[in-house]
């Protein structure tokens, strides 16, 4: 099994290989700095709280990318312990090209990834809440766990675990941060009050 997916994964690197070059490389290291650290996603968190018709989707982005900081970062990575692409792969054997040297190395643990499962997350919890906004977050989201393959410090099946969790744990925050508020709305009405639609 784990043979099979050994080379999987490397089949595609050397697919998705295929498609570098400079202009490429320098769209890639964008995308993915903006899931670095799920900065992105808690700016814009952070902004939505801003404004009271968006402050409820502010509420759900950033308890969605904490559920996956604890779940995912802490937790998950921990169990699974997985070496990085560079740590591990023949990267200048067996016809495989050399390391990309696009962005700096992370020196966390592989899977799930961490940039995709918390891009996913808010894109997701942000989809439940409000499909317009949620759609162009998740194509986002995509396009940010694809440049963790394409920059060579994530496999494919890293990507794909981070994309269920993520998609998991923001469902799961939806439901958990409406229930809560519900509760929070019967026993503290005035502090709901600032958070329509909840």
Avoid at 43 to 50: E, T
Wanted: glycine share 8%; hydrophobic share 50%; net charge positive.
């Amino acid at each position: 099994m784990l043979d099979w997916i050994y080379r999987f994964d490397l089949s595609v690197f050397n697919a998705v290989f295929q498609l570098h070059s400079p202009v490429m490389n320098f769209i890639m290291k964008i995308i993915t700095q903006l899931g670095e650290d799920g900065l992105f996603w808690i700016i814009l968190g952070v902004v939505l709280l801003l404004f009271r018709r968006t402050r409820k989707f502010g509420v759900f982005v950033l308890g969605a990318l904490l559920i996956e900081v604890l779940f995912n970062e802490l937790v998950l990575k921990s169990i699974f312990e997985r070496p990085r692409p560079f740590n591990y792969l023949p990267w200048q054997e067996n016809g495989l090209y050399v390391y990309p040297d696009i962005v700096q190395k992370p020196t966390s643990f592989s899977f799930p990834s961490g940039h995709t499962a918390s891009s996913f997350a808010a894109a997701t919890v942000l989809f439940c809440a409000n499909k317009k906004w949620g759609t162009p977050a998740l194509v986002l989201a995509a396009l940010i766990g694809f440049s963790r393959i394409y920059c060579g410090v994530h496999y494919c099946t890293d990507v794909l675990a981070g994309t269920v969790v993520g998609v998991v744990v923001g469902v799961a925050a939806y439901f958990i941060i409406r229930a809560l508020f519900k509760l929070l709305k019967e026993k503290k009405p005035k502090i709901t009050k600032y958070f329509d639609g909840i």
